[in-house]
């Protein structure tokens, strides 16, 4: 027995253009679920990876790969920088995020204003127990803070 027995044969067009609607609504439907799925997953996958910054430790023990370290500038230590000798040279020490404290060289003119950073970004490998960047990045305090300190002290 079929869905189009006993109707008269103008209708049985109709009936079959409704089956097959019902049926292409059920089939997009579901691959509209299996795309919000993969982009959930995606996009869940994306922010953990950004959420959650690697160390020293991680560098060293995967030596050879690119990483982006964040940490701070270690103030107390010396700061290795001579134009007159390498332009292109500057070595320094880091503390990262876990507060391992690891050389840095960067093969690159030095920052303005880097010894006053609040927060520096490396991205670069580790190799023999020395962290190598091409790529710093420094937040360095605002000259703003201080006027905005005492704006607010005047009022």
Known sequence: MHLTDGLPM????????????????KVSHIVLILILAVAVGLLITTVGSFGDAPS?????????????????????????YDPTVDANRLEFMMKDKEGVVKPVVFLGTKP?????????????KMVDGTFYTDEILTKCPSKYKDEEIRVRAEL
């Open 10 to 25: 103008r209708h049985v067009p109709t009936v079959l253009l409704q089956q097959l609607n019902q049926y292409l609504m």
């Open 112 to 124: 303005q204003e880097f010894e006053r950073s609040e927060q520096v970004v490396l991205t670069g």
């Open 56 to 80: 020293f430790a991680v560098a060293e023990a995967q030596a050879g790969e690119t990483f982006k370290i964040t940490g701070t500038l270690e103030k107390d230590q010396p700061i290795k």
